[in-house]
């Protein structure tokens, strides 16, 4: 069965302080993998997609990187603004155009 | 580019009335769509996934009876909460895959919060 976990659950950082969330997967065929960003209230806003073992992207203060068994979004010297819960969610090769998300990481940036 | 939007963003509605919710996407066509229901705190569960000009697919515990969706067009779906009850109350997200063959990712629209009193 395909799965898609993340971690830590929450993650309150100081600014400044660089940290990673980890979103760990288990599907047949992975076709693509996905990271969101969700304020309280309102839609998860598209950020990366990543397709193969060894791919990086980068946007501002995130880059995501992508293992055969997991993905690592990391977060570099964040601001109070990156405050938002953080979706991974992956495309298998046998879930046609559906994708399955993961329960997300808290993160909460201290002034 | 690439928005979506929902309407109504909020909607109260009395016991046993029906609600439809509107997805359109604004700067693209989109032969699939996706309706999601997300419940406080927790993650996005998809409800069902629908197709243009044919019926939709609805995932396993959801009633297609209860939640009617219309694809009409390349740049609309509808949802439509049948016979609405409190335990319908809940966070409906709508998403939109591009037709472009280039595309994998699905772009969300913001949501639309329902209370059912």
């Known amino acids: 069965e395909d799965q898609v976990t993340q971690s830590p659950e929450a993650l309150r950082l100081q600014e400044g302080e660089s940290s990673s969330l980890n979103c760990s997967y288990t599907v047949s065929g992975l076709r693509g993998l996905f990271w969101y960003r969700q304020d309280p209230g309102k839609g998860p806003e598209f950020l990366f997609t990543l397709y193969s073992a060894g791919e990086e992207k980068e946007k501002e203060r995130l880059k995501a990187t992508l293992t055969k068994k997991e993905s690592f979004l990391h977060i570099t010297a964040p601001k109070p603004e990156d405050s938002a819960t953080y979706l991974c969610?992956?495309?298998?090769?046998?879930?046609?155009?559906?994708?399955?998300f993961g329960s997300g990481t808290r993160l909460s940036i201290r002034p | 580019g690439a928005v979506v939007s929902q309407h109504p963003s909020w909607v109260i509605c009395k016991s046993g009335t029906s609600v439809k919710i509107e997805c359109r996407s604004l700067?693209?066509?989109?032969?699939?769509m996706f309706w999601y229901r997300q419940f406080p705190k927790q993650s996005l569960m998809l409800m069902a996934t629908s197709n243009e000009g044919s019926k939709a697919t609805y995932e396993q515990g959801v009633e297609k009876d209860k939640f009617l969706i219309n694809h009409a067009s390349l740049t609309l779906s509808t949802l439509t909460v049948t016979s609405a009850h409190p335990e319908d109350s809940s966070f409906y997200i709508c998403s939109a895959r591009p037709s472009a063959t280039s595309y994998n990712e699905q772009f969300f629209g913001p949501g639309t919060r329902l209370t059912v009193l």
């Open positions: 700067d693209f066509q989109a032969t699939t």
């Open positions: 969610a992956v495309q298998a090769g046998s879930s046609a155009s559906k994708i399955i």
